[in-house]
């Protein structure tokens, strides 16, 4: 079964890069049915979509964050990864990575259907 | 500010039937992308829970259901369990922004 584990740093000073990794096991990073992706939830806010990147390195991310998210992909090491520049608390927020999945037969259809358990990024001076 | 609107919270007394709402707009639940619902509990992973006739993982009993009206879909509980007690976002794809967006999450209270 397939299971995602986030990891990196948990406390970052404003204006400093976050950075994580996902580790993706009991499947193939690679395969071709899926993308990977980062979402976020805020303290007392909803889920926000940050970005979902392909095995290939092609990756497209939420225009709300702008040219701050850049994600990578290691196949060699079953992992991706995110990174958000310029941080503020605002960025503050537990940080899920997810496998996307596109219903082929049907363009109406796009969800995420396995999630790793989070990970707490904490911005403050 | 969630692209979904979802209301924050909503409780039922065990056994009963309760129902969690999810607005969107013509750009997204009402352009036809299929809407999707995910159960969590803090700490935990999300789940996927169901999306009603186009996918319903194994394990997620019958008494999930899903319904769709405009720019709007209901996901129904009956039977409730102290178990279903958790968040419940839902999610869908909008055109304009061309990637996935949630709601803010409705809380489930089992009295």
């Known amino acids: 079964q397939l299971q995602m584990l986030e990891s990196g740093p948990s406390l970052l000073k404003p204006s400093e890069t976050l950075s994580l990794i996902c580790t993706v096991s009991g499947g193939s990073i690679s395969d071709d049915e899926f993308y990977w992706a980062w979402i976020r939830q805020s303290p007392g806010k909803g889920l926000e979509w940050l970005g979902n990147i392909f095995h290939s390195g092609t990756f497209y991310s939420n225009p709300s964050l702008k040219s701050r998210v850049t994600l990578s992909v290691d196949t060699s090491k079953s992992q991706f990864s995110l990174n958000i520049n310029s941080v503020t608390a605002a960025d503050t927020a537990v940080y899920f990575c997810a496998r996307w999945t596109e219903d082929s037969d049907n363009d109406m259809t796009y969800y995420f259907d396995v999630w790793g358990r989070g990970s707490l990024v904490t911005v403050s001076s | 500010q969630s692209v979904l609107t979802q209301p924050p919270s909503v409780s039922g007394a065990p056994g009963l039937r309760v129902t969690l709402s999810c607005t969107g707009t013509?750009?997204?639940?009402?352009?036809?992308?299929?809407v999707f619902w995910y159960r969590h509990l803090p700490g935990t992973a999300p789940t996927l829970l169901t999306s009603g006739d186009v996918i319903r993982p194994s394990g997620v009993p019958d008494r999930f259901s899903v319904s769709t009206s405009g720019t709007s879909v209901s996901l129904a509980i009956t039977g409730l369990q102290p178990e279903d007690e958790a968040d419940y976002y839902c999610q869908s794809y909008d055109r304009g922004l061309n990637g996935p967006i949630f709601g803010g999450g409705t809380r489930l209270t089992v009295l």
């Open positions: 013509r750009s997204n639940i009402g352009a036809g992308y299929d």
